[in-house]
């Protein structure tokens, strides 16, 4: 972990205007990130890393890390849980005196309901509990709450319990407020329109050390803090996130005293407060893989030589040493270093040689011109220029489009993209999290009815349905044998080191800038350690 030290801040947030070097109040955290990938709160519905990242602080979930520590996956609104000898069932005792921000207790019916709405409402997280085997036909007869404080949870497919509790630990298994919901709820969302638009203002259904106060879309959330949050009360009363596109922007109002936190630092940004004196830039392994996807039910692309040739047109040591320095480290495979099973090997790079070669073999000598959809920030958008400059080398034309997430993943999901530039990041840390998207397609698997959409999964936006390799993912996450699991998974990225449609470039290091007196910030690569609930300003 690398340290650099600028000037404290100031509360330009809040409206003031202020000398340069005022703090904010020691009682705010004032934080500048890019969010406008934000559209929905729900947890149940939002994979957007940035959503996922805040909700870690006002949900909680039955197992999770510690928010001051995360040494390791600990019980949370479960007191305790159980494991039968044959793994199929897992009882969970429920915390006792727990409350929900609105002053309802958590009990087992809120978990039953959680999870039951996770599935019923079909969208991108629902995959989790199809993965572990629920259908809207086995839900009810599998999640039952016995009495008030127990819930048991009763497997329909026969699954690794390490897999089961630490998938469990992700954003999207919260447990969220029943009574409060469907007193909101309607036409049978389960609340989840009222959940979704936090811009209203309303109560959070959450039961975290924080909720949202105020939600302006394109400009800021406001958290606020619970004060009867059962575990410990946070230092901070409130946490600020600013919207600021700009990477630039970011670290000059660090550095004026405006922010407290710089969240979306270049590695431009990083040196340059390395020459300040009162500010500190800190390193975090994280478990985001930066990748690019080929639709392969367009052309060029459902030639598999062709999204070969395109691994040998990215300039992966080049970038390393630029634009990603610091910042990331690189990565061709979709499982995060130091998961489970997770290939080291760098197979691929920059040979434009061979790419003609590839490009010949597969009828396109001469090239082919195609639209790039990339995210509008950095450092995606210079990884994109990258490629668009290296392909021109090959006869592509490359046509990058910048759009911001919350454009980019609607027509993701309708299968509309020829190409594009994104990000995933496991939301726990289990070989499974990224195996599932990348290898798995439900509608490929024996039997599937293949005219099924499955918009909730990566491979089917791309048009890509790899049987074999779908089967064989399935059949990893039931593996007890570790070193057997491990050798499936090392198999699986292989594979789609050869046929898949996805290429893997780096695995990012997320570079926080934060003000000198700013400690306590939590940001961990398995996916639910992240918090910024025990920071404290000295």
Known sequence: MKRFFATTCAVALLGLTTPLQAATPADTLVIVREISSISDWDPAVSQILDVQEINQDIYDRLVGFDRRSAEKLIPMLAESYEVSEDGSTITFRMREGVKFHSGNPVTAADAVFSLRRLLLLGREPSSSMRQLGYTPENIDANLTAPDEMTFVMTLPEKLAPSLVITMMSSASFS??????????????DFGSAWLSDRASGGMSAGSGPFMIQTYRPQEMVMLSRFDDYWQFKPSMARVIFRHVPEAGTQRLLLEK???DVAFNLTSNDAADLDKLDNVKVEYFPSRKILYFGFNVLNKPFDNPKVIQAMRYLIDYQGLADTIMKDIGTVHQTFIPSGWLGALEETP???DVAKAKELLAEAGYPDGFEFAFTAYNRKPEMDLATSFQATAAEAGITVNVVNAPVSQT??????QKLEALQLSYSGG?????????????NPGAVPGADKTKPWPSELTWRLGWYPEEMS???LAASKELDLEKR???YEELQREQWEQGPFIHMFQTTQALGLAENVDGYLYGSRGADV????????
């Open 486 to 488: 491990k050798a499936m």
């Open 531 to 538: 918090s910024f609930a025990a920071v404290t300003k000295e």
């Open 409 to 414: 993943i609607p027509l993701y999901r309708e």
């Open 257 to 259: 005293g405006d922010a």
């Open 348 to 350: 691929f790079h920059l």
């Open 471 to 473: 089967v064989k993912t």
């Open 428 to 440: 726990y840390a289990d070989p499974h999290a990224t195996t599932s998207k990348f290898a798995y």
């Open 175 to 188: 447990i969220v407020d029943s009574k409060l919901l469907m007193e909101n709820e309607k036409d049978g």
